[in-house]
């Protein structure tokens, strides 16, 4: 299943985020860290290179992921040039702390009353920027909630003599490119419900866990590591007693709830990605289109 999702407030605010980006010093990209490669928008990354922005980049949700994996990925991002990463939880106010710091570190020339810091707040839908907007700014200044797109314009606000703030929407891009990398976006919950089918996703989220977290699902579902997605939903309504009049499983109900319980983190500490699996979907991605070039000219 293709998934992609680009509501039509996204297209005015890509180029919003466009014209803002000649006033500010520092992109502030916020991923979810459990899909940290796959959360990160190509076109935030277009817009900050060509103005030629460092990037500060928040690995939220760190509470939710897989230590090791999280470690690995900051690795992974500060081994890349004009790149700071760093992973937090934004609804621990202590975290959202460090941001100007660490920001200023990327732009030392920015750091008195004159010249103030700017920083502009990035990233795709419900990775958790008006959170951490609102614990910057220690007051409700961003919308949030469970629903993906809440925030639909850009605001500024100047948090003190030395910092200026930028918040923009969640921008999502016009074309997912990988087919997992939309899964595990509509997984996470960055994604709006009307583009996806629960079932669908639980079924990719189901295959993934059972391979990487077995012992995860055992103990919180009682799943066995014989089952596919497919029958790891099927269990999960079994074990609940999910019915539909008929007496037939709720398979919807079922995998809604190892949508939800994933998203909540109640599975556990789990990452959906690594930089080794995301560099053997590329290599796989690139060896297909390959073949298919070469059947097409064949042709």
Known sequence: MAIQWFPGHM???????????????????????R????????????????????????????????????????????SQPNTKAVAISARKPGDAGRIQSLAQSLAPHRDDNLKPLRLIIMGIPNVGKST???A????????????????????????????????TPGLMWPKIEHESDGLMLAASHAIGRNAIIDEEVATFLGNLLQARYPQMMAARYGCTPDMDGVAVIEHIAARRGYRIKGGAPDLEKAAFT????????????????????????????????AAA??????D
């Not at 297209?11 to 006033?23: E, N, V």
């Not at 220690?138 to 003599?161: M, Y």
Request: charged residues 30%.
């Open 11 to 33: 297209t005015s605010a890509r180029k919003h985020a466009t014209d803002a980006m000649k006033s500010v010093d520092v992109v502030v990209e916020v991923l979810d860290a």
């Open 35 to 78: 899909v940290p490669e796959a959360s990160s928008n190509p076109m935030i990354h277009a817009i900050r290179t060509h103005r030629n922005r460092p990037c500060l980049k928040l690995l939220n949700k760190a509470d939710l992921a897989d230590p090791d994996v999280t470690a690995a990925w900051l690795k992974h991002f500060n």
């Open 132 to 134: 951490l907007m609102n």
């Open 136 to 167: 910057l700014v220690k007051k409700k200044v961003a919308a949030t909630g469970d629903e993906p797109a809440i925030t639909k314009s850009i605001q500024r606000i100047h948090l003190n003599p030395r910092l200026t703030l930028y918040d």
């Open 258 to 289: 190892l949508l939800q319980d994933y998203r909540d983190g109640v599975i556990g500490r789990v990452s959906l990605e690594t930089p080794e699996t995301r560099a053997r979907m590329l290599a796989a991605d690139k060896a297909a289109k």
């Open 293 to 298: 070039t070469s059947e097409d000219n064949e």
